[in-house]
């Protein structure tokens, strides 16, 4: 059965193992001791932090970061590769943008990279549009940002 539960400490090692795994299949390297520090403390670096869960084990994340207080960032959305397809990657993104919408956001952003195609096509189906760069981060190529008040992509 697969759910989609609020982080808490027990899930900390199954999103280390996911997230070494998914980094993996990308091509990219967790470094925990390093950028990703941020990882190491899940509730205090993040607005709200989701796992999907299938029988217990850790097959998809999505976060929320504040940017400012009409702002939020789209962070660490990830889906395990056997599970895409089949509407997970969107439940995911939806969960995202409905708690956005209820902290009273205006408007969510994201940082992604121009080869990560699958990732692209879900944020233009979920009504992101391509924007101007916000953040300094060297590995970042596209930036996007959605509307919440509308529902669509404003860049």
Same mark, same amino acid.
């Given at each position: 059965?697969?759910?989609?539960?609020?982080?808490?400490?027990?899930?900390?090692?199954?999103?280390?193992?996911?997230?070494?795994?998914?980094?993996?299949?990308?091509?990219?390297?967790?470094?925990?001791?390093?950028?990703?520090?941020?990882?190491?403390?899940?509730?205090?670096?993040?607005?709200?932090?989701?796992?999907?869960?299938?029988?217990?084990?850790?097959?998809?994340?999505?976060?929320?970061?504040?940017?400012?207080? !009409?702002?939020?960032? &789209?962070? *660490?959305?990830?889906?395990?590769?056997?599970?895409?397809? @089949? #509407?997970? $990657?969107?439940?995911?993104?939806?969960?995202?943008?409905?708690?956005?919408?209820?902290?009273?956001?205006?408007?969510?952003?994201?940082?992604?990279?121009?080869?990560?195609?699958?990732?692209?096509?879900?944020?233009?189906?979920?009504?992101?549009?391509?924007?101007?760069? !916000?953040?300094?981060? &060297?590995? *970042?190529?596209?930036?996007?940002?959605?509307?919440?008040? @509308? #529902?669509? $992509?404003?860049?």
């Amino acid at each position: 059965m697969i759910e989609l539960v609020s982080y808490d400490e027990s899930y900390k090692q199954g999103v280390f193992a996911f997230t070494v795994r998914c980094f993996e299949e990308l091509g990219k390297k967790f470094e925990p001791s390093g950028r990703h520090s941020f990882y190491n403390d899940i509730p205090n670096s993040f607005e709200v932090f989701f796992c999907l869960l299938d029988e217990g084990n850790v097959i998809g994340t999505v976060a929320l970061k504040e940017i400012d207080e !009409y702002t939020v960032e &789209l962070k *660490a959305l990830y889906l395990d590769s056997a599970y895409r397809g @089949k #509407g997970l $990657g969107t439940r995911l993104m939806n969960k995202a943008i409905e708690e956005a919408c209820g902290r009273g956001y205006k408007s969510m952003v994201l940082d992604s990279m121009s080869k990560y195609k699958d990732a692209l096509r879900l944020y233009e189906k979920c009504g992101f549009g391509h924007t101007e760069r !916000y953040n300094d981060n &060297l590995y *970042a190529d596209v930036f996007m940002k959605l509307d919440l008040r @509308k #529902g669509t $992509g404003n860049g």
